[in-house]
Nanobody, 114 residues
């Protein structure tokens, strides 16, 4: 059974940084794409970035380029989303997603205060 557990969210001031983690279990982590999404209040869920744990970024939203970095530690079955220079527009619940099994994590709240 695939399980995804996000952590690392919180309250941060504009311009600050956070690193989100998504710990995965139940599949061979190094072979698949993990994807980060986010959902802001009153808005639809949107793509942040997809990341092949053996190869790097597959796709990303425009707002990712520059301030956000995706990486993984295959030994820990964990994918990370490093977010720098956060803005109030980045306030959302952030989810990781494993497409092959269609499994979502529970999400982690990121709140950026201006």
């Amino acid at each position: 059974q695939v399980q995804l557990v996000e952590s690392g969210g919180g309250l941060v001031q504009s311009g600050g940084s956070l690193r989100l983690s998504c710990a995965a279990s139940g599949f061979t982590f190094s072979r698949y794409t993990m994807t980060w999404y986010r959902q802001a209040p009153g808005k639809e869920r949107e793509l942040v970035a997809g990341f092949i744990t053996s190869g790097g970024i597959t796709k990303s939203a425009e707002f990712v380029k520059g301030p956000f970095t995706i990486s993984s530690d295959n030994a820990k079955n964990t994918v990370y989303l490093q977010m720098n220079n956060l803005k109030s527009d980045d306030t959302a619940v952030y989810y990781c997603y494993h497409g092959v099994s269609r499994t979502w994590g529970q999400g982690t709240q990121v709140t950026v205060s201006s």
